[in-house]
């Protein structure tokens, strides 16, 4: 496991873009990545587009989703359209290298569609597709993706997507399972602000069986490396 504590959310962003540009100049495509919503990763798309817009061979790369809630894609509360507004569309990624999921559709029928576009596009180990990279966020409560705290299943779940609930407004997202977040080659957590102190004293610190409650503390590759990419302000209770 990787920390690496930077200033403000700002200089997380800068930070991860810049091993971000590195990670890909050293593998040869085509890279299968999955992105989170999120604040953080919000302003790491806006400086995708600003200033690596030259520095990297942007077709290469097919970007996915870790999660996503069910609806239209020009929803204000999609990450897609989040992406899609910030980099995608700026960047001119071309659609054939854009893998949303379809949060419009019926959740089952989606979430199924959705892992058998993954098993198609990505390489298998153990029956389960192989991102490259992954992002994820982490929530005050310990959630990542869409798995939440009340809904551990998901951590072992026999799907590659599967529904999820958010625990207050109810709801509906798709998100990545478990297994198949930590079968991925790498895995990154852009977590940012004090209100995630707690949570990250306890999984990344002393927690113990305290942190087993939380989704995040179970994001352990198998055979990946994983990094997380910490402003001050979270890292703050963080011994490192």
């Known amino acids: 496991m990787h920390i690496h504590i930077s200033d403000s959310p700002a200089q997380v962003a800068r930070s991860f873009a810049e ?3 590195g990670w890909v100049k050293e593998k040869q495509g085509p890279l299968h990545i999955a992105l989170s919503g999120g ?11 600003a200033e690596f817009a ?5 077709e290469q790369l097919h970007f996915y989703w870790g999660d996503e809630r069910c609806v239209p894609p020009d929803d204000e509360e999609s990450n897609y359209k989040m992406a899609d507004d ?4 700026p960047l001119q990624i071309p659609s054939c290298n854009i893998h949303r999921m379809r949060g419009e559709l019926p ?12 098993k198609d596009n990505l390489p298998l180990i153990n029956g389960l597709p192989v991102f490259d990279l992954i992002i994820l966020g982490m929530g005050g409560d310990g ?21 999820a609930k958010h625990p207050v407004s109810g709801q509906e997202r798709i998100t990545l399972t478990g297994p198949v977040i930590n079968n991925a080659r790498t895995v990154v957590f852009l977590v940012t602000g004090k209100s995630k102190q707690e949570r990250l004293q306890e999984i ?5 069986e305290r942190a087993q409650q939380y989704p995040a503390a179970h994001i ?8 997380w990419f910490l402003d001050q302000q979270a890292a703050h209770k963080v011994s490192v």
């Open 86 to 89: 910030l980099f995608l569309s």
């Open 204 to 208: 990344l610190g002393e927690g113990g």
């Open 220 to 227: 352990k590759p198998a055979h990946g490396q994983l990094h």
């Open 143 to 163: 959630h990542t993706a869409s798995i939440f705290p009340g809904q551990m299943e998901l951590l072992q779940s026999q799907e590659i997507c599967a529904l």
């Open 54 to 58: 030259d520095l990297m061979d942007w």
């Open 19 to 21: 091993f971000f540009e």
């Open 39 to 49: 604040s953080t990763p919000a302003v790491l798309y806006r400086l995708w587009a």
């Open 107 to 118: 959740p089952e029928a989606e979430a199924g569609r959705y892992g058998e576009e993954l």
